[in-house]
């Protein structure tokens, strides 16, 4: 069992920056994948980013590749995703979700892969 914590949400404005924070519980962490999803108002749930059980691969969504960042530390049992040049279709409700991973490269873009989840955080960009 993994349960997992958002924080970090908040309102910004366009070009800005938040920093979110998911902090897992558990002493597995580190055979997790970890991914983040958000969904937007009248919205199906995206994938936004992923990770790997090491931190060693990641993969992002286009529509954040290089304004987005995912990192992981595994002795703190969080991942955390930085987020800079927000734009208002940014703005959503953010998931982050957990997949059992056999292998340290594995990661997941599909919701399907991801057992546990977070509440969600809001993320909220003013134009």
């Known amino acids: 069992q993994v349960q997992l914590v958002e924080s970090g949400g908040g309102l910004v404005q366009a070009g800005g920056s938040l920093r979110l924070s998911c902090a897992a519980s558990?002493?597995?962490?580190?055979?997790?994948?970890m991914g983040w999803f958000r969904q937007a108002p009248g919205k199906e749930r995206e994938f936004v980013v992923a990770?790997?059980?090491?931190?060693?691969?990641?993969y992002y969504a286009d529509s954040v590749k290089g304004r987005f960042t995912i990192s992981r530390d595994n002795a703190k049992n969080t991942v955390y995703l930085q987020m800079n040049s927000l734009k208002p279709e940014d703005a959503a409700v953010y998931f982050c979700?957990?997949?059992?991973?056999?292998?340290?490269?594995?990661?997941?873009?599909?919701?399907?892969?991801?057992?546990?989840w977070g509440q969600g955080t809001q993320v909220t960009v003013s134009s």
């Open positions: 558990g002493r597995t962490f580190s055979s997790y994948a």
């Open positions: 990770i790997s059980r090491t931190g060693g691969n990641t």
């Open positions: 979700a957990a997949g059992l991973a056999s292998y340290g490269t594995t990661l997941y873009a599909s919701r399907d892969k991801y057992r546990y």
